[in-house]
């Protein structure tokens, strides 16, 4: 990992091609207004239908360069198996060590697939430990080979965490306006040739390429609804918002 500006705004999935679904529009608009952005992938795909690691791992770097991030790495955690375990808090607790970002966008901690709420899950933890002073200066844990070289990082704690909500059938505490990135959002999602492509392999599970469009279009403009807007993203936090004006709030009630 090349040394670099802290990030702004980091966003953790299990999957190469999870952020792009789920929250690309607001890493891209972000980036526009100057703001560092990054990507980690928890696992390099190798479980897939379609397509191989390697060419998830092309076509991630071509996604990045859409939405315009400073940074993407991917960890070698078993794809299928995001399991919330020491040894895997710590491999993301050195990339937060290393990119300190100030905000955290994690999956919503519930939903269909096993290593997308493991991955809410892991995230959360692996922050909190983040910010331990003394990680890796105690003993009594078995501790993989490299805790040395995490614990000479010092400690960083995101300031905000943010849960990307799109795979979960939840209200949304605010929704994110990204009617004017939402065309490099879908074109950034199907970067991923190999899953997106009109082929053989899949064909019973995956839609076509031009209902990929239509499914994107379809949520952004139900969230853009909620708030007012063409097209949106949805998030939740757990914190209660508070707010100094009222005649500031945005979208309307009536």
Partial sequence: MSEQAALDILAIAAHRDDVEQTCGGVLLKSAERGQQTG??????????????????????????????????????????????????????VRV????????????????????????????????????LTK????????????????????????YKIVYASLYYDVRPT????????????????LAYQSQYDDQAAGSGLFPMR????????TMA???GLLGGVKYAEPFVQKEVRVEDD???IPVKSL
């Fill in 39 to 92: 990507i980690l992938d928890l696992t390099q795909g190798e479980m897939g239908t379609r397509g191989t690691a390697e060419e998830r791992g092309r076509e991630a770097q071509k996604a990045a360069r859409i939405l315009k991030v400073a940074w993407r790495g991917a960890l070698d955690i078993p794809d299928g198996r995001v399991e919330n375990t020491w040894e895997n808090r710590l491999k993301i």
């Fill in 135 to 158: 990680l890796g200066k105690t003993h009594g844990f078995t501790e993989p080979e490299d805790l040395d070289a995490i614990a000479a990082l010092a400690p960083h704690r995101p």
């Fill in 174 to 189: 605010f929704v994110v306006d990204i009617s004017a990135e939402f065309e490099r959002k879908v074109d950034s999602l």
């Fill in 210 to 217: 031009d209902e990929v469009r239509k499914r994107l279009e």
């Fill in 96 to 131: 937060l060590r290393e990119q300190r970002p100030r905000v955290v966008i994690l999956p919503y901690w519930q939903g269909r697939h096993p290593d997308h709420y493991n991955c809410s899950t892991l995230g959360y933890e692996a922050c909190f430990l983040s910010g």
């Fill in 221 to 223: 403009a139900h969230y």
């Fill in 246 to 248: 009222l005649l500031a």
